[in-house]
């Protein structure tokens, strides 16, 4: 191949690379209608032989410059594809508007004038993409610790949150108070959390940028070297062309003085090969190879020589022009057309990378501005409808307030209990002092003199003979004829009229003082007891806890000692579907009476848990409540069940998971359609 030149198909797989390869749009660098390098160019002396469209094209990739060319000679000799991908097309259309989207071609020119305009840019991406990755991993690592400090911040809100309402602790204004704090750091977590998902977002946006942008490189780096390796073959091709011809010419021109019978050692003939080793070397390969021509001086053989060396000198001579002919083209082929293109293409991914960090940089910044202005606007609402702030809420609390209720509650429930501290009144020979007078006449003392003492006025109660507490309830129900007890349907009605926002209802325990008061009365005279009245509605958990030692007093609980073990099996079932199912088909083999009664009394449940966010009782909670009440405890020893058994606490937490299903799903165990048109 170096005796024959290059051949005329060297240069023509130089752009096998699809032009349709990549078509996606970059970040709006370009302008649509922005010229392109070669018609800004067109002018130059250097291109004045290049084909300029009247038009300029669309916005095109690097694969689309490097993909066109004015000579098919490159369109073989290099198969290398560059595609370029949009690794950021989640950027909104406001990406304008944060980077710059021209493109300076006069920075361009001035990268084509320099010698090292391709390793320059090279650089420069590989120092982008450090930079790119770094912003990357900080992200990454910033959004772990957002991510974490926002989940624990909601994780201790609402743990406190439920150990507050499970515990004794103070109520009045402190229980909204503390509980309206403890939703404002939940806002504040959920804030912080989806600002860690954003993070991520980011993160990973930048490192497929970089990933892209290292390939694109890559892929163009590869192609510059290539193009670069192609023309140092030519231009070497061309200067062994050149050395052929210049060996060829020293023979003739020997022969041609052989003939003439000059000699060889001819001063002037010295005087040209002193012009440096390259003729040094010629000559002597010219002897060399010409030295026969020395043993014979017939003119017909040197006529012979002479004709074969100038069919050589022809020869080498036009391979030589054609070797500088193609080597001048592909040169200016390269710098004038192909270069400006490969640089393009470098600089774009320069404007790709350093563009696409900065909005990220921008957009982060506009994020943590935005989560700290919203912590901000949590903590200090601008306005009353926004809510209340965290300091608003503190200051909210009116403990004077909340003392005198709680003291006035105190005393009522202690006041007819035998005093615990010093005698007030007593005899006067014991050093007790006279009793102050008292106001409001004979009247006042007729009344209070006759008042009972403690609970005896209980005993004054006539007792029917209709006791309900301990008394088996099916036999309840037909001895009054009733489709649902009595007592029931009084308590719950109290409680919904009463109780439906009151904090911890069920969970908090009346006075036990008044709730045995209470279940005398119900159980002597049920028809004389109004819980209306401004006795229990005062503190309905004394109504509640009577209705839980209702149910607790059974003979048999509720959902029946017979039943307790398929309840217990079915809600040990995982799959919440197939655990519905059986509890329904347990519910189902009740007995008639207790179906009515589970049905009313869960049917109350659901209403008070629809009131959660103001008693604090979620289904959850109801079930731990009644649990163990409506199954009863199983006594150990006998294998009968009571509501004050000590035993089967083993089977507790599957009792609340069955009571928990069964309201999760009450419209649909208990609601039939025909209920729910009506």
Not at 6 to 15: L, N
Not at 346 to 366: M, N, P, S, V, W
Not at 579 to 595: A, S
Not at 597 to 613: M, N, P
């Amino acid at each position: 191949m170096a005796d024959e030149g290059y051949s005329s198909t060297a240069w023509e797989s130089t752009d096998n690379s699809d032009p349709n390869a990549s078509q996606t749009p970059h970040y709006g660098l370009f302008q649509p209608n922005s010229p392109s390098l070669i018609h800004e160019s067109a002018t130059a002396p250097a291109l004045s032989s290049l084909t300029v469209k009247p038009s300029s094209p669309p916005p095109r990739s690097s694969s689309d410059s490097l993909g066109r060319s004015s000579s098919s000679r490159w369109r073989d000799s290099v198969p290398v594809t560059i595609e370029r991908k949009d690794t950021l097309t989640m950027i909104p259309s406001d990406a304008i508007s944060l980077v710059e989207t021209s493109f300076d071609e006069n920075v361009l020119r001035v990268l084509c004038e320099l010698d090292c305009g391709v390793p320059l840019l090279l650089d420069r991406i590989k120092q982008s993409m450090v930079s790119c990755r770094e912003a990357s991993v900080f992200f990454k690592k910033r959004a772990v610790l957002e991510e974490e400090y926002g989940k624990s911040l909601q994780k201790l809100a609402r743990t406190t949150s439920e150990v507050y309402s499970m515990n004794d602790g103070k109520a009045g204004s402190f229980v909204g108070a503390w509980q309206s704090s403890l939703k404002i750091h939940e806002v504040m977590a959920e804030n912080r959390i989806r600002f860690a998902q954003r993070l991520n977002e980011m993160s990973d946006e930048l490192a497929s940028l970089a990933k892209e942008v290292d390939k694109n490189r890559k892929q163009t780096k590869e192609l510059a070297s290539r193009y670069e390796r192609a023309l140092q073959e030519s231009e070497l091709n061309m200067e062994k062309s050149k050395n052929r011809l210049e060996v060829s010419s020293e023979e003739l021109e020997r022969v041609l003085l052989q003939k003439e019978g000059e000699s060889l050692k001819d001063g002037g003939l010295q005087a040209k090969n002193q012009g440096g080793v390259a003729g040094k070397r010629a000559l002597g390969k010219a002897v060399a190879k010409g030295g026969l021509l020395l043993k014979g001086k017939n003119p017909g053989n040197i006529q012979r020589q002479e004709d074969d060396i100038r069919t050589r000198v022809s020869n080498a001579s036009d391979l030589y022009r054609k070797a500088l002919t193609d080597t001048q083209a592909m040169r200016q082929e390269y710098f004038n057309f192909q270069l400006p293109r490969i640089l393009r293409a470098l600089k774009e991914c320069a404007d790709e990378i350093d563009l696409g960090t900065q909005y990220h940089l921008t957009r982060y910044a506009f994020l943590f501005e935005s989560i700290v202005l919203s912590d901000g606007s949590t903590l200090v609402p601008v306005g009353p409808e926004d809510g209340i702030g965290l300091k608003s809420a503190i200051e909210s609390i009116d403990n004077r307030a909340d003392f005198k209720i709680y003291m006035q509650n105190y005393a009522y429930a202690r006041g007819g209990a035998a005093p615990r501290g010093p005698r007030r009144e007593g005899p006067a020979e014991e050093g007790f002092l006279p009793p102050l007078p008292t106001h409001g006449g004979g009247a006042y003392s007729a009344v209070h003199a006759n008042a009972p003492i403690g609970n005896g006025h209980n005993s004054q109660i006539p007792d029917k003979g209709r006791p309900t507490f301990g008394v088996d309830l099916a036999e309840q129900m037909a001895r009054d004829n009733v489709e649902l007890p009595v007592i029931l349907e009084k308590c719950c009605a109290a409680i919904e009229k009463h109780g439906l926002q009151s904090q911890g209802i069920y969970r908090i325990s009346g006075m036990a003082r008044k709730v045995a008061s209470l279940k005398e009365r119900l159980d002597k005279d049920m028809d004389s007891v109004n819980l209306d009245s401004e006795e229990w509605t005062s503190d309905i958990n004394n109504v509640t806890s009577v209705l839980k030692m209702w149910f607790r007093e059974l003979p048999d609980p509720l959902l029946t000692s017979t039943l307790h073990q398929g309840f217990v099996e079915a809600a040990k079932i995982e799959n919440d579907r197939l655990r519905h199912i059986r509890l329904h088909e347990r519910v189902n083999d009740l007995p008639d009476p207790n179906y009515a009664t589970l049905k009313f009394f869960l049917g109350h449940l659901h209403k008070i848990a629809q009131y959660e966010a103001d008693n604090s009782m979620s289904i959850q909670n109801l079930a731990i409540v009644f649990g163990q009440t409506l199954f009863g405890q199983m006594i150990p020893g006998n294998g009968s069940f009571s509501g004050h058994g000590n035993g089967g606490m083993a089977d507790a937490p599957f009792q609340n998971k069955a009571i928990e299903t069964i309201l999760d799903h009450y419209s649909d165990i208990f609601v039939d359609e025909a209920e729910v048109g009506a």
